[in-house]
């Protein structure tokens, strides 16, 4: 079982450049997120859906993009790399009962991303 | 604002010994989820043990438990007979019915000494 897969596992960016981090699930879930996690500040939520087509900004959602085409795959753009956005990122999914998650959230590897 | 406070930004225990973990939280909710999730430095996060706020009975896996006070948004985790591989920062977090936004603490880095 696949679970949760996060690509690339490391990048490094210059200043203005822009990227996509991949994110997919092979387990149906509706409910998908993107955290940042910064030392000493746990992980924040970047954006979230609830299902195809539905996204919604979470903490942190500033200088990031992200879609929902498929549940599937939920993809997080950086439109214009800053150093400010040098973190880790986890990519997560769970069910949604529609009455909050009622279970637990799986985790991809998480990307260590450097921005110079 | 719904926050999560872990105070113990490290900590150390013996093998084989008994370490408590402290988590609070808040929110105005009385719908929730709360979580422990441990983050070896493989990096990958995984869960440690979960509880329901509707609850009272503390849930328990194996070596890990939880004491779970609601009127005091308490939430802290116990481990028993530590072992060696439970070095990894630990992470309290909640998550509301009407909220799809999970909190997570800033973690705690637990290291077992042989």
């Known amino acids: 079982n696949a679970g949760v897969t996060q690509t690339p596992k490391f990048q490094v960016l210059k200043t203005g450049q822009s990227m996509t981090l991949q994110c997919a699930q092979d387990?149906?879930?509706?409910?998908m997120s993107w955290y940042r996690q910064d030392p000493g500040m746990g992980l924040r939520l970047i954006h979230y859906?609830?299902?195809?087509?539905?996204?919604d900004q979470g903490e942190v959602p500033n200088g990031y993009n992200v879609s929902r085409s498929t549940t599937e795959d939920f993809p997080l753009r950086l439109l214009s790399a800053a150093p400010s956005q040098t973190s880790v990122y986890f990519c997560?999914?769970?069910?949604?009962?529609?009455?909050?998650?009622?279970?637990?959230?799986?985790f991809g590897q998480g990307t260590r991303l450097t921005v110079v | 604002a719904q926050t999560v406070t872990q105070s113990q930004p490290e900590m150390s225990v013996q093998e084989a010994e008994t370490v408590t973990l402290s988590c609070t939280y808040d929110t105005s909710e009385s719908n929730y989820y709360l979580f422990w999730y441990k983050q070896p430095p493989s990096r990958q996060m995984i869960l440690v043990i979960r509880q329901e706020a509707y609850k009272q009975q503390n849930a328990t896996e194996n070596r890990f438990s939880v004491n779970f006070q609601k009127a005091a948004k308490s939430f802290s985790l116990k481990i028993s007979d530590s072992q060696l591989g439970d070095t990894a920062m630990y992470f309290c977090a909640f998550i509301t019915y009407n909220n799809n936004d999970m909190r997570f603490g800033a973690g705690t880095r637990l290291t077992v000494k042989p």
């Open positions: 387990m149906n879930h509706e409910y």
């Open positions: 859906s609830v299902g195809a087509g539905i996204t």
């Open positions: 997560a999914s769970s069910y949604w009962g529609g009455r909050g998650p009622n279970t637990e959230a799986f």
